[in-house]
């Protein structure tokens, strides 16, 4: 919204607008990352660089899936990728105007890192719970051949 009155005149100082836009897309990849994906999809990740200058992504899933409601997880997928698509218009739109061009980079870098790190690490959280349940599988046959028939 900030982005938008300044683009369209209403609130004039430059400044004061960057540092207030900037601030607020630090603000929204830091809960997006550490609390929203948590608490709605069951996600976290994060990446570390190692002493020697290597990258080492961890991810983190619960293994609770019926905790994470349907509707939850649309909403969050749904703007995640929604937040990327919005800045990328920006972005574009902004080529023109060299003045906001590095803001708009700066969100769109934001959110491609969040909707890139959250689509790994749901990925990696699938191979987790079919590994997960595999194991369950094979240490209780019994189980598994009672579930496999619908008993």
Known sequence: IVFLLSVLGILSSFIAMFITVTVLLAADFWVVKNVSGRLMVGLRWWNEIKEDGTNHWVFECSLDAERVHPFDASY?????????????????????????????????????????GYTKCRKDAKKKISAFLMNQAAANPGLAMKVARGA
């Not at 980079?105 to 890192?113: E, F």
């Open 76 to 116: 969050f997928w749904t703007t995640t990728y929604g937040n990327v698509l919005v800045w990328a218009v920006f972005t574009f739109f902004s080529i023109t105007s060299f003045s906001k061009l590095p803001l708009c980079i700066l969100a769109l870098a934001l959110g491609v890192s969040n909707a890139f």
